[in-house]
């Protein structure tokens, strides 16, 4: 509940936020779709340390978001999911080439990686990719057409394939597609497939990044869910940066840089990890290890040889996600 609240409260922001008259004390942030709870601390943490800021919130799928800040959104700084994301704003003119230069760590100060959220008792055993295409399972996770969060989980899927059937290109296709086939709804964003599981009782599994499946659990209590690791994940890094263009316009860019930073800061890496997420500060990191299980994590280089062949060879059009996505 409290989740489908903070949507709503973030969507009636944005709408004030619309209609207020821009400052250099002022910063919209444009962030992924499950990034509400975290951004709700960090806003909150950053204007203590800085009075007299306003932080404004959007919170969709950053494919979405990017496509609107393109078409006009006055979002100072991206909070993404998704390289590509960022990169088809450097496209537009609204993002340096360079942005992955100007933050530690490729401009990505926390990642995570999809996971599985069971009902309590896990009635259908589900433990790893391969029980989520058995007959007698329902998946839930939104459309990789619009989410980043789901592009993650179609990528981490194939890469499971890939492994499981030695590159079999042929096996691979088929294993996707079956994955598909048992999602009953595709949600356009990750919070709304949140929902479909969570407060609609659809589906045996919800696939989402691991600091939403550690929330919802920690919301919701081990006697409704559980989590499950799967035996390899893939690294799902969130990337940040300035959308140059618009903070120029608004005269923010230095409140833009020192938001970012404060992602990497001591309080900032804290407040991820309490949020779910896995974070770069050795210190933080080693406080929290506990909460996070061991897990084999493959990248999008290693496997799939980049974004950039990503998105010429699976996301293009007529590329290989719309091959095994059909018309659904």
Avoid at 96 to 115: E, H, T
Avoid at 266 to 290: C, F, M, P, S, W
């Amino acid at each position: 509940m409290k989740r489908l609240l903070l949507g709503i409260a973030a969507f009636a922001g944005l709408v004030l936020a619309s209609s207020q008259a821009w400052s250099a004390d002022k910063l919209l942030n444009a962030s992924y779709d499950v990034g509400r709870e975290l951004f709700v601390d960090i806003n909150k943490a950053f204007i203590a340390k800085h009075p007299g800021v306003t932080i404004d919130q959007s919170h969709a799928g950053t494919s979405a978001q990017a496509r609107a800040i393109a078409e006009g959104l006055g979002a100072d700084v991206v909070t993404f999911n998704q390289v590509t994301d960022v990169d088809f704003l450097v496209k537009k003119g609204l993002v340096s080439a360079d942005w992955q230069k100007d933050f530690p760590d490729n401009a990505s100060p926390f990642y995570s990686l999809p996971s599985f959220l069971v009902r309590a008792g896990n009635p259908k055993h589900i433990k790893d990719w391969n029980d989520l295409v058995r007959d007698d399972v329902q998946v839930i996770f939104p459309n990789p057409k619009t989410s980043g969060n789901a592009r993650y989980t179609y990528l981490a899927a194939t890469a499971y394939a890939k492994e499981a059937f030695k590159g079999d290109d042929a096996k691979v296709k088929e294993f996707i597609t079956k994955l598909f086939n048992n999602v009953p709804i595709f949600d356009t964003g990750g919070r709304a497939a949140t929902t479909t599981f969570v407060q609609r009782e659809i589906g045996d599994v919800l696939i989402t990044f691991e600091s939403e499946t550690r929330g919802i659990r920690k919301e919701y209590g081990d006697d409704k869910f559980e989590q499950v690791t799967p035996s390899v994940s893939l690294l799902a890094e969130f990337p940040v940066a300035v959308v140059d263009k618009v903070a120029d316009e608004h005269g923010s860019r230095d409140l833009a840089k020192s938001y970012l930073d404060f992602l990497y800061t001591a309080d900032g890496q804290e407040i991820a990890a309490d949020n779910g997420l896995r974070v770069r500060d050795a210190t933080v990191a080693a406080k929290h290890k506990a909460d996070f299980p061991d897990v084999r994590l493959l990248t999008v280089e290693d496997v799939f040889g980049g974004w950039d062949k990503v998105q010429k060879e699976h996301f293009a059009a007529g590329g290989l996600l719309d091959q095994a996505y059909g018309s659904r």
